[in-house]
C-alpha cells in the first residue's frame, strides 16, 4: 500500500464551482503538508503548504489538514478554467530530506 | 524567484546509448532530486542528493546513476537506454531542513525522454 494515497479523477466541473481534491495517508510522522499544481508539459509548481494540522487560506484556495484522520484536502472556490491542471499533494516528515507525493489529481474546468 | 532548470526539454535516443540529464540551480539548495513520472504512476523519486558528492537512492534507481560535483549542477545518467525509460524526468532543489519555510521542493520544466 501506498504512504499517499490521492483521488484519482480525472475532475470535470463547470466554471464557479468548488472543487475538493483530497489525500490520505499513512504515516504519522508526517508533518509538512503541500500541494502543487502542475500544467500540461510543465514541471509541478508549489500552491501552497501548511504544517501540521489546520487551515490555511490563499484567494480561492484552503489547504485543510487533520492529522488525526491523516487527510488532507484543497478547496477551490470559485474555480476558473485557468485552474485546469493536475494537482499533486505531497508531505514529509520533519527530518526527512525528501517527500513523498501523491499521484496526482487532473482537474478540468469547463467554461 | 527559484530557477532550476534543466538544460534538454525533448531528446530522442536509442536503445543503448548513453544518456546525460543535466540540471542547475540558482538557489543554493543543499537538497537536489531525480524523478520521473508517468501516468498511472505519479511521481517517483529515482536519487536524491543532499550534499556535494553525497547521493542517495530513491524508490526506482535501477539502471540509473547520478552525479554531484558542484552543488549548483545535478546530473542524471542513464548508462544505456531502454525503452521502458521513456519518460518525464523532473529536476528539483530545497533547502536543508528549515521548520518555518517547511523545505519545500522547487521542480524544473521537466525533460521528455523518448527511448527508441
Known amino acids: 500500500q501506498k504512504e499517499v494515497e490521492q483521488d484519482p479523477g480525472p475532475l470535470s466541473v463547470p466554471e464557479g464551482a468548488i472543487v475538493s481534491l483530497n489525500c490520505t495517508y499513512s504515516?504519522?510522522?508526517?508533518?509538512?503538508f503541500m500541494w502543487y499544481r502542475q500544467y500540461s508539459r510543465k514541471g509541478p509548481e508549489l500552491l501552497m503548504y501548511t504544517y501540521s494540522s489546520g487551515n490555511k487560506e490563499d484567494g480561492r484556495f484552503t489547504a485543510q489538514v487533520d492529522k488525526s484522520s491523516k487527510y488532507i484536502s484543497l478547496f477551490i472556490r470559485d474555480s476558473q478554467p485557468s485552474d485546469s491542471a493536475t494537482y499533486l499533494c505531497?508531505?514529509?516528515?520533519?527530518?526527512?530530506?525528501?517527500?513523498?507525493f501523491g499521484d496526482g489529481t487532473t482537474l478540468t474546468v469547463k467554461p | 524567484d527559484v530557477k532550476v532548470t534543466q538544460s534538454s526539454r525533448y531528446l530522442v535516443k536509442r536503445t543503448g546509448e548513453k544518456v546525460f540529464l543535466e540540471c542547475v540551480q540558482d538557489?543554493?539548495?543543499?537538497?537536489m532530486f531525480w524523478y520521473r513520472q508517468d501516468p498511472g504512476l505519479g511521481l517517483r523519486l529515482i536519487y536524491f542528493?543532499?550534499?556535494?558528492?553525497?547521493?542517495e537512492k530513491g524508490d526506482i534507481p535501477e539502471g540509473y546513476s547520478v552525479s554531484r560535483e558542484k552543488k549548483e549542477r545535478f546530473s542524471l545518467i542513464l548508462e544505456s537506454a531502454s525503452t521502458n525509460q521513456t519518460s518525464m524526468y523532473l529536476c528539483?532543489?530545497?533547502?536543508?531542513?528549515?521548520?518555518?519555510?517547511?523545505?519545500?521542493?522547487?521542480f524544473g520544466e521537466g525533460s521528455w525522454l523518448t527511448v527508441v
Open positions: 538557489m543554493d539548495h543543499e537538497n
Open positions: 504515516n504519522s510522522a508526517f508533518q509538512y
Open positions: 528539483a532543489s530545497s533547502q536543508k531542513w528549515v521548520p518555518v519555510a517547511g523545505n519545500t521542493i522547487y
Open positions: 542528493s543532499y550534499d556535494v558528492k553525497m547521493k
Open positions: 505531497a508531505m514529509r516528515s520533519t527530518n526527512a530530506g525528501k517527500s513523498t
